[in-house]
């Protein structure tokens, strides 16, 4: 009884470690290299833009107005460029799809009389949105989901299978906005479940973090297994001598023959 106690104290110990916080949130340290806009990615999306920003790796479709032949699909590339006949390289990354189209026509211009554009986006891959978990061990659980239109947060649920088994789906946090003043948004998605109330399906965003934390059941197995992790370890290493113990009894060394 006295062991059983123990654990619980030392459970309960841990679950309040476990909850501090680490270094502060304002890294002073990193002076102008500090993030304090979007995501930290280099060609952000506005909260207040009605189109995607377009990225690195998303393929969007031109087209000229009379001249298929200069039409076509195109992948944005690594440093943001695309070619246009005439003209060149276009930087379009960190542009909707209606910037890069004025910037197009404005550019092929001189080139085509009364030229007129259309931007349509193919693919996009360089809006994501991150989910994160904890396994059994405690261990942050990173999972990237890519982000290609209307989305709320029940699809991104049924896209990924479902809420974890060691999650808590009374206390989702969905966390996102100004990298200094985030909005943090607590969702119960066992209510929306059980008793429809779906006002909380909100529309995922760009960049959005979806936090699922642990049950409470699921953060004291957490802890047990780290108070009980030496022991475990050291069992496994009993367990390894005695083997090889074993092994070298039931075959002994052999003399060498003549």
Known sequence: MTELRQ???????????????GPNSEYAEFGNRVNTSGFGHKY???????EFVIGPGDSINIQLSNNPALSGTQQIR???DITMPFVGNIKVAGLTPSQI????EILMS?????????????????????????????ALQFQSLAMAG???????????????????????KVIRGDPLHPKVLNIN??????NGFTAANIQMKPDDMVYLPPTFWARAAMAVREVTS?????????????????????????????
């Not at 189209?101 to 197009?104: A, F, S, T, V, Y």
């Not at 080139?111 to 396994?135: G, L």
């Open 44 to 50: 952000a999306q506005p909260d207040d833009a009605t």
């Open 7 to 21: 654990i619980t104290a030392l459970t309960a110990l841990l679950l309040l470690v476990c909850c501090s916080n």
């Open 101 to 104: 189209r004025d910037k197009i």
């Open 78 to 80: 690594p440093e943001g």
């Open 189 to 194: 998605v066992r209510d929306m479940v059980v």
């Open 150 to 172: 209307d989305m709320t947060l029940l699809d991104m649920f049924a896209q990924i299978g479902g809420v974890p088994v060691l999650a808590d789906d009374c206390h989702v």
């Open 230 to 258: 030496p022991v475990r370890e050291l069992s496994n290493s009993l367990n390894g001598v005695l083997g090889a113990v074993s092994i070298a009894q039931g075959n002994p060394r052999r003399r060498g023959r003549r």
């Open 110 to 138: 001189p080139y085509i009389r009364e030229v007129t554009a259309q931007v349509i986006p193919v693919s996009i891959v360089s809006k994501n949105i991150y989910i994160i978990a904890k396994d059994l061990n405690g």
